[in-house]
């Protein structure tokens, strides 16, 4: 021995991870169908008026767990154009944003939902995902299905062509044999049910040329993640947000970015926890967001990441990301 | 054989007063890669992409090395044990795949199965957003001892066809089949060899405390980080038995240990004893045909192509487990068997050439 501690690495066997910015609270004002706004059958200024009453600074300090003075929180509002999209940028984002202030709210990120679902270019070739890849294509490669009773890894995990449940499914009715007696129906149970099943099938997606069609709660799962700030594609953040200016918009939703910040000193729009203020009719979209948030494992090294900083900032953060999920859900 | 290292002395086991014990079960199949010549970085890098967005690891000393990113996969089952005691585990085991040389191919397959002592059964279940919180590990409700749980998974052969216990086995080898049916590769190999199975456990030392563990935890472990500095691990006994032709046992005694460490010590020790099997069988068959005319065998070309440069004993192994690599080679004499093949390789190639000269002076 020379007595010397003698350390070798190569840059490029090691893990390059970047952090990104985050807020304490990422708060969602509201989600509206592209019908809404089309129709008009929705009073904004009214809408916004109900989501303000439940996102002053004590509340959100008080659900970010920091003291409000300390509090960092951003706001956003995820824009439905993903089925279809009648009305433009150029219309809608102005709409929003007048209709909020007149509510004294400010809007600090306008995202689109056919983000979620369009190719992510250059990158994500690289990184050996098919060119036309998107955020809901990297998502769904990171969910780990929760594993019924029995299923020890000698057989592939049942792939379930777009659907993901939170437990076993009833027995399909072909599995019946010939000749034989009817089976007896057989209830479908959840995984860690609590005495009583509450079973949950939830559509991922269809095959619908020209390729695949997104179901809304996976694009709204992409969404939160997009908001914890754990997706990342090749340790790079897999989306940035982009400025933009309110009074040149384009007029296609295609030509908006993924994520655009408004100007204004916002907060980052990533953030430890969300609060989703949303109608009450987004229960069962949001009931399938968390379902799909507890089958999904992040990259490691980003969740140890997250868990390391707000252990330094002090705040509190649940490890398990169904539990950084807020909602409040107004009635009618 | 056996290796004992540390001086460790011989206690009570770390099981036997109730406390929890983590007992780190893990198989490695390794093969020859099936194709023609050797992969490039990038070829091989392609290859181990098997989790889209993820970072492939790739580093060029001293051999080229490209592993893939950990895959997850839940499991709920029971977990192996000698006695047949049945304990149902639930969590995830983590596997990579790895290219050495850009010839070589290894998947992995290990798991964390922390056991529950008396009075600490695991109330109900968790969400299993939280066993994804702590990916490789299987949480186990009920007492089961750590040596039943070791015994049952080494002496059990897994991977062979429908059983209800857990089948590390099985995962790993679909996962080096997903890597062979690569379309970068063109399924030709340049030799017959066959894969091997290598099956390792880690058990806490037998003198350490009840409910102390072989291992440190991460950072992710816990909500917030302590600045404490842990204490350096080490290995206490180590016992590694060649069952058969293809399949290898490792069982080690060790505290303080990094797991990522110990899965990489295994996946370097599985790659030696690989290649020391594969050049012996390779020779054991020249040596009979050997001895016409000092003509070099047919069948040491491709051992000498593409195996020879490949053995770097312990390259990727971290300070705290050298020993065991040390160790081994003391007992088992890896490095002593392989110069001797080599030696043997180079003296043929030797003759021939002057055999080859011979003819040319003739």
Known sequence: MTGVDVVFAETSATDRTVEIPLSHLSVELGHLYMEELVDGSVDLATYFGRIASWTGPDQLADLARVPRARLRASTCVLVDDYAAAPLGPDVVVPRLIAAARSAGLTIDYIARESGCAAPLGGVGALAGLPPAASLADLVESLIVADPAAGFNGSRPPPHENGWLCNGVRSPADGARQAMRAPVAWQPPVENRAHRHSIFLDVEIWREQAPGRLWSCPFLATVWQLLRLGQLRVLGQPAVTQVDIDPDDLPTTWTQFPTIARLPGRAAPFAAYRTLSVLDGRFVPVEHAVRMTLGQVAVDPTVAEQTLRRAGREKVPLPAELPDRVGHVFLGG | ????????????????????????????????????????????????????????????????????????????????????????????????????SGRLVQASTHARIVLGGRGSVIEGRRPWAHHLVHPGTIEVVGRLPADDLADGFLLTATGDGPGVVLDLGAVCGRLLDQVQESPILDQKLPFRARRTRFRFVLLPCRHTAAGESFHHSSAGDSDTTSGSSRAPGHVCRVDFVVADETVRTLRMHGSGLSLVDVVGLCEDFALHDWLLTTVQHVVAGSRVRAGGGGRLPSQLKPVIDHLLHVWMPAARVGEELLPVWVGLEQRAGFSRQWESLVGWIRDQLSLSLLAVLGDGAR
């Not at chain 2, 007992?23 to 890669?33: A, I, K, N, P």
């Not at chain 2, 970085?41 to 060029?60: D, F, H, I």
């Open chain 2, 1 to 100: 054989m056996g290796a004992e290292g540390g001086g460790c002395a011989e206690a009570k086991d770390a099981t036997s007063a109730g406390g929890r014990s983590d007992v780190l079960v893990g198989e490695v199949r390794t093969g020859l890669l099936a194709n023609s010549r050797a992969l490039t970085e990038p070829e091989a890098t392609a290859v181990v992409a098997l989790s889209p967005g993820s970072q492939v690891r790739v580093s060029a000393r001293p051999v080229p090395h490209a592993v893939s990113p950990g895959l997850t996969l839940g499991v709920h089952c029971p977990v192996p044990s000698a006695s047949g005691t049945r304990r149902d585990g639930l969590g995830t085991v983590l596997s990579r795949a790895s290219l050495t």
